[in-house]
T-cell receptor, first 110, second 111 residues
Framework: EDQVTQSPEALRLQEGESSSLNCSYT??????LFWYRQDPGKGPEFLFT???AGEEKEKERLKATLTKKESFLHITAPKPEDSATYLC???????????FGKGTKLSVKP | EAQVTQNPRYLITVTGKKLTVTCSQN?????MSWYRQDPGLGLRQIYY???????DKGDVPEGYKVSRKEKRNFPLILESPSPNQTSLYFC??????????FGPGTRLTVL
């Protein structure tokens, strides 16, 4: 069964304290791995798409990487405005739906 | 501005009273989808549509209906809502089925 697991469930950082969020997937024929940011009560906001192992994408303090079994979202020197829930999703391609993980809730304290 | 819109944003209703949540996108996307989000369960897909007049079930379709008569609109219909359908609902659209763009959400409470 296709599955996406994110860890940790919650992460508390001090401002400036770099860390990584993990997304492990078991998806046959992965066609894409996606990262979204979600603020409370709002719709997920698209961040990155990764298509093949070894690929990296960057945006401001965020960098996403992909291996054959997992993806990481690295956050460098985070700020309080980076506080949000980060969602990972896999697209198997064989069916018309994304498979979402349950998310990592990130809190960055000043 | 490219966007996905949903209406209403908040709705409180009673068991059994039919309701429709509208979803519209202005990006000419072929793919549209509905999700529900519940604490501890994450985002779960209800229905999706690959194109006009083409719809298919997602992971949790029971109690819901959809239609896709026009490319830009994808309404979600609850013909007889029940309290277990209290949730936060999101519509999404995509040029294909991968990179999806989400609407602002509809918070539904069924009493």
């Amino acid at each position: 069964e296709d599955q996406v697991t994110q860890s940790p469930e919650a992460l508390r950082l001090q401002e400036g304290e770099s860390s990584s969020l993990n997304c492990s997937y078991t998806v046959s024929g992965l066609r894409g791995l996606f990262w979204y940011r979600q603020d409370p009560g709002k719709g997920p906001e698209f961040l990155f798409t990764l298509y093949s192992a070894g690929e990296e994408k960057e945006k401001e303090r965020l960098k996403a990487t992909l291996t054959k079994k997992e993806s990481f979202l690295h956050i460098t020197a985070p700020k309080p405005e980076d506080s949000a829930t980060y969602l990972c999703a896999a697209y198997p391609g064989s069916q018309g739906n994304l498979i979402f993980g349950k998310g990592t809730k990130l809190s960055v304290k000043p | 501005e490219a966007q996905v819109t949903q209406n209403p944003r908040y709705l409180i209703t009673v068991t059994g009273k039919k309701l429709t949540v509208t979803c519209s996108q202005n990006m000419n996307h072929e793919y549209m989808s509905w999700y529900r989000q519940d604490p501890g369960l994450g985002l779960r897909q209800i229905y999706y549509s690959m194109n006009v007049e083409v719809t298919d079930k997602g992971d949790v379709p029971e109690g819901y209906k959809v239609s896709r008569k026009e490319k830009r609109n994808f309404p979600l219909i609850l013909e007889s809502p029940s309290p277990n359908q209290t949730s936060l609902y999101f519509c999404a659209s995509s040029p294909r089925a991968d990179t999806q763009y989400f609407g602002p959400g509809t918070r539904l409470t069924v009493l």
